[in-house]
C-alpha cells in the first residue's frame, strides 16, 4: 500500500529521526495521546482510542502498545527495595554515585525506547504511522504521525 | 494603555518578522554549526558548562549563601579547629570536614541541577490542545468572558483541577507549578528558592532537603564547638582574652546564631511537609487541608510517614526531560519562534511567546503597577476557591526568613500574575526576593512583569482586610483580564 515506506523503515533502523521520514513521505495528521493522571502523577498515558486511527490500525493493537507503555513506565517510577537501596546508596555517596552509574529510570528508558522502535518497525510503520517516543515530547504526550497514503494519492486521517 | 498595548504588539510584530526572515538564513548557519538545545531555551535560565549547570537568572543570593558558608566554616577550620584538635579530640575536625563536604555537595546540586522543568508544547501538540478546548467549550457562550481552561481529574477519589498554562501552552500535571521567576513549569514545584539560586521541584528537592539537614547540623555544630572553645580558653586565660586570642569565634557565633533559627525551623518545616508528601505550595495554598472540606484528603500521600519520607528522598531520580546538551536538529519541532541567534535566553523571548489575552494583561498589570495601588489592593479580585490566609508569618517556611530589606513601594502592589500559581512566598521578608527584580522589570517591556509577588501574606499593612491576601491567583487567564479592566474602570472613576 506504501511503496516508499517499508524501505525506509529498513534503511532507518538505527533512527528513526523524523526528518528524515518527512522528507520523504509527507504528513497528513498528528495524533496526540495525553497524559492520564487518575492514578496520580506517574507516567501513565490514555488508552482511548482516537478517531483518527481508526482507517489505520486496530483497536485492540493500539491499546496493547499503550498498555505496555504504561506498564514500564510504572515500572520505571516503581517504589520498591531496589530504588531504596538505590537511593540510599546515592545519599551516601554525596550522589556522586551517578557519575558512573545509570539510575534505574534511565535504564528503563532505554528499555522504552528500544520497545518503540520495535513497534515502529512491525506494526506502525507499515500502517503509514509512526510513534514519536514520549521522551522527545517530555513525557507529556505519545504523538502518532500519520503519513499520506501514497498509493492512490489521497490524504487520510484528516 | 494603547502606546503599550501597541508598543508591545510592535515587538511582538517585529520579533515575528524576523523571525520568518531570518529562518531560510539560520538553516545554512545551522549547518556549519548546530547549536544546543540549551541556547535555545526559552525559560529565563541561565546555563553554564555547555548546559551542564542550570540556574536561575538571578543568583546574587546563591553568592550570598556559598559566601556565608565558606567563610564561616573556613574560619572554624582555621581558627577554633586546632585548639579544639588538641584540647578535645581530632574527631571534632574530621567530623566538621564531612559535614561541611556535604553540605557543599548537596548545595550545588540542588542550584545546579534541573528542577523538573516540562519542555513547552510543540506548536503541534499546540494546536491541537487548542482545537480539543474549543470543541469542549462549543461555540462562544455569550459575554466577553471565555471559560476557563481547565480540566478536572479525579485522582484517588479527590477531584483536582488542572490548569492550562498560557505560556508552556500545556496542561499542568497536577502538581506542577509555572514559576514566574524562571518562566518554566516545573514538576511537583514546591518553591523558587534564591538563596539556591533555583526553582525547587522534583528533581532537586531531595538534594535541597539533604541541604538545609545538614546546614543545620553543620549550623549546630559550629555554634556549640566555637562556644566550647571560647569557654576553655577563658577558663585559663579568661573570657576577653579568649575572645580577643580567637575574634573569629565572635563572628562564627554571631552568623550560626542567626541562622540556627531560620535553618533548623525550615528543616523541620519540610520534615513536615515530606511525612504528609505535601509541597511548600500546597501547603500554603491550603490545598489539601481539613478547613477546606471534610473530604479534603491529600490524594497523593501513601498514607504512613515512613512510605512517604521514602517516596520523598528515595524514589527514582527522573532524568530531566529538556534535554539540554542535545542538538537542536533542524527542522525539528521547536516550541517558541527561534532565536535569531542572539539573545541566547533572553528578555524578548518572553514576549513572543504571549498570545493576544497575555499582551493585554501585561500591559494592563504595567499600567495599573504605575497607577495609585492602593486601589487596588481593595479590589477582592481573588479567585472565590483560594482561601484567605489568615496573616501568615510562618517563619520556617519556604526559604529563610532573614530579612532581605525593606520592601520598594512599586512593588508592594499585590501584582496581577500572569500564569496561575503564584510563588509560595512566604512571611513578610521573602517578598524582598522579589523586590529587586520587579524595579528593574518595571521600565522595560510588559513581558517582564512576571510574578513579583509579594503575595502580601502577613502582610501588616492592612492590605485587602477581608480577604488576607489580595494575589491574584486567576482560575484563567480570561477572569483576570476581566478584572484587570474592571480594576482600570475603578480607577478611572476616582
Redesign the interface.
Known sequence: ALPHLPALWSNTRKTH???DL?QQASIAA?V?V??D?????ICQFQTKFPSELETRIDKQQFEETIRTLNNLYAE????GGR??L???L??VT???I?LCME????KV?KKIAKYIQEQNDKIYAPRGLLLTDP?E?????V?ITIFEDQSNGRIEGR | MHLGVSESMREREYSQISTRSSTPMESPHQKRVLRKKWQAFPGQNKFYCDGRIMMARQTGVFYLTLVLILVTSGLFFAFDCPFLASALSPAIPAVGGVLF??VM??LL?TSFSDPGV??R??P??AA??ERQIDVANGSSSGGFRPPPRTKE????GQT?K?KYCFTCK??R???ASHCSLCDNCV??FDHHCPWVGNCVGRRNY??FY?FILSLSFLTIFIFAFVITHVILRSQSSGFLTALKDSPASVLEVVVCFFSVWSIVGLSGFHTYLISSNQTTNEDIKGSWSSKRGKDNYN??SYGNIF?NC??A???????S??DRRGFI????PQPAPPTNGITMYGATQSQSHMCDQDQCIQSTKFVLQAAATPLLQSEPVMMSDEPSLPGRTSLGAACASLPLGQPTPPTSTPSLSCDADLLPLQGNHVEGQHHFLTPEEAPSPPGMLHCGSPMGQGHPHGHAPGHGVPFYSPASQDSLHEDSVRGLVKLSSV
Not at chain 1, 539510575?103 to 534511565?106: L, N
Not at chain 2, 481529574?153 to 484517588?156: A, C, P
Not at chain 2, 536538529?329 to 525539528?332: G, I, L
Open positions: 529521526s523524523l526528518q518527512r498528528k496526540f495525553q497524559r493522571y487518575t492514578t496520580g502523577t520505571a517510577e516503581k517504589l530504588s531504596y538505590e537511593g540510599c546515592a545519599c554525596a550522589y556522586t551517578f539510575t534505574h529510570y534511565e528508558l521522551i515530547r517530555g513525557l507529556r504526550v504523538e | 563536604v556535604f555537595g548537596t546540586r516540562l519542555p508544547a510543540t503541534d501538540e491541537d490542545l481529574v479525579l485522582i484517588n483536582v488542572l500545556i496542561f500535571p497536577p502538581r514538576e511537583r531531595r538534594f539533604m490524594p497523593y512510605t521514602c517516596a528522598l528515595c524514589s527514582p531520580l527522573p532524568p526531560l529538556i536538529q533542524p527542522d525539528t
